[in-house]
Structure formats: structure tokens, C-alpha cells
């Protein structure tokens, strides 16, 4: 079934974690032009919220790349994409003729051009189009999705995203929106570093650490970095588990140093951050929210 004709497309979502599940809501309760979502994932519980919201749960990931013209994939990393697409009972060997695939996922640029390319060869169509910001932007539908896409596939698949996305950014071909992504969590890793040495330094020489940042937020140095993770994480020491974990933000950043080493680029501030989040890994702090890494620099 082609996408591009007047039939309305059934649309599928593989993954409802943390960011999957809201992202997925989304898309149920805004894409009217759509005959459907089904859904997929090895947890029972957002299974069963999403059915009473309106999805359709699948079986496996056979049924639901047998069943979808669309599919949205929301997964841990680019192991997990590989494994759910090019297993013996993945999508590449189950789905329909003409089938999209749009990762959501974070994934290695090399991968995702490769897995692209597998795609292609079997006449389906691939987009990369990894979110950012937080969760509670996932609940509320105004995450940035960066996107590697042609024109044409970009422009089929946009009012998908806009259910999820406040802010869409068609970035160049496919592996572009990888690229802006895991250097977008580059950026902001070392920034929310530098707001942990700040916040740190500021403490133990007798300043409010809310004065400062309050501050810093009237400044040259305020950003989303500051509002978001300094605010609502480092100053209240605010560090759960059921987020952002520093085991995935470690590999977020493994992925960025892969292309450095890919394109010859030093990246030494990208290289203090690994080695904290590994500090911060080895003390115990691996499965909670990654700006826990403000812990290693208050304990030297």
C-alpha cells in the first residue's frame, strides 16, 4: 500500500518506554488522518494504557510490520533498531510493500545510513528522526525532532511528527538528523557539566546556589541547559530513575565520539564528560537521571 495515495494510513509504534509511551499517546489522540495504531512492546503495563486510549496491540513485531504502512520506532539505542528490523522475525522479513520506517530512537550515524540502505533494497523507505528534550515535553507534545529524510519522504511524514513535536528540523539526507541530535547531547552534557563545577565551586565558597543560577539566568550564560537541568536536577539534587540515565546518555555520547574519531575532530571537553559519567557509573549512579554526574564533581 502506498502512503502517497488518498487511503488513510494505519500507522505502528515499536517501543513504549519512558519517551515512547507520551509520544505514542500523542499520535493516537492527534493523527485523525490515519485508520489506526497498533502497538508494540515486551511491557504488558503501556500496552494495555494505550489500548484504552485507542491503539490496537500486536502480537510481535511480525504482525505489526505485516499490518502498518508507517512504523515508529522508539528504542533504547541502534542495537535494539538493528535487532527489531533486521531479525529473522523483524520488520525487514515481515513487512508490507512500501512501508516507512522512522526511527525516533537515537542511533550510530554508520548504522542508521546502513539500515537505511538495507531498506531501500527491499523497496521500503527510511527516515532518521531521534527527538530532544524532556519527557514531560514528550507528554505535552513539544519535543525537537531533527530528521533525515529525502524532500518527499520528509514531507510525508511531517504531520506524524507534528503530533509529537513543536519543533521539526528536516536536517539533509538520511543519518543527518543522528548527526544533530548526538551532537545536540554533546553540547548539552558539557554544558550541564560546567553548571555542576558552578554550582559546586559556588556552594562551598558560601553562595546560595539558587542566587547563582538565578543569575546565570539573567546572563550571557542562561539556556535551556541552565532552566531545565540546573533548575529542576542539580540545584534540588532532583536525580530519578525513571528517566534519562546516565547509561544511555553515556551511549548518546560514545555514538558523537564515534563520529569524531570518524571525522578527525578532537574532542576533548566530550572526553571529560565520559570520563565522569564513567565516575559516576562505577559509584552506583548508572541507572539515574544523567545530571546525577554533579555528584562526582561535589565529591572531590
Known amino acids: 500500500m502506498n502512503v502517497m495515495t488518498n487511503k488513510k494510513p494505519v500507522l505502528g509504534f515499536i517501543g513504549l518506554g519512558v519517551m515512547g509511551e507520551p509520544m505514542c499517546r500523542n499520535l493516537i489522540e492527534k493523527s485523525a488522518g490515519t485508520s489506526g495504531v497498533y502497538i508494540f512492546d515486551l511491557n504488558p503495563e503501556p500496552v494495555s494504557r494505550l489500548s484504552d486510549a485507542g491503539a490496537t496491540p500486536a502480537e510481535s513485531i511480525s504482525q505489526i510490520a505485516g499490518s502498518v504502512d508507517i512504523l515508529f520506532l522508539s528504542l533504547p539505542g541502534g542495537a535494539e533498531v538493528d535487532n527489531v528490523l533486521s531479525g529473522t522475525e523483524g520488520v525487514f522479513a515481515n513487512a508490507r510493500d512500501d512501508l516507512i520506517i522512522v526511527d525516533l530512537s537515537t542511533s550510530e550515524v554508520g548504522l ?33 525532532i531533527m530528521v533525515g529524510a529525502d524532500k518527499v519522504l520528509y514531507d510525508t511524514i511531517e504531520p506524524y511528527l507534528a503530533c509529537m513535536a513543536s519543533d521539526i528540523s528536516h536536517c539533509g539526507e538520511v543519518g543527518a538528523g543522528q548527526m544533530v541530535k548526538i551532537l545536540n547531547n554533546m553540547v548539552l552534557f558539557q554544558t550541564v557539566l560546567g553548571l555542576s563545577e558552578a554550582l559546586t565551586m559556588a556552594r562551598r565558597a558560601g553562595l546560595d546556589g539558587e542566587v547563582l543560577f538565578d543569575a546565570l539566568g539573567k546572563g550571557s550564560a542562561n539556556s535551556f541547559a541552565l532552566q531545565n537541568h540546573g533548575l529542576k536536577a542539580l540545584l534540588p539534587g532532583n536525580y ?17 565520539l564515534q563520529l569524531a574519531q570518524d571525522t578527525g575532530t578532537e574532542t576533548p571537553g566530550a572526553a571529560t564528560v565520559l570520563d565522569i559519567f564513567n565516575r559516576a557509573i562505577d559509584s552506583g549512579d548508572g541507572d539515574k537521571y544523567w545530571p546525577v554526574l554533579m555528584n562526582v564533581i561535589d565529591s572531590e
Open 112 to 144: 542508521t545510513r546502513t539500515l537505511a540502505s538495507a531498506a531501500s533494497d527491499q523497496g521500503f523507505r527510511y527516515a532518521d528522526a531521534p527527538v530532544a528534550r524532556t519527557r514531560q515535553a514528550a507528554i505535552s507534545g513539544t519535543l525537537a
Open 240 to 256: 530519578p530513575e525513571q528517566a534519562f540515565s546516565t547509561g544511555y546518555a553515556k551511549k548518546d555520547l560514545l555514538y558523537a
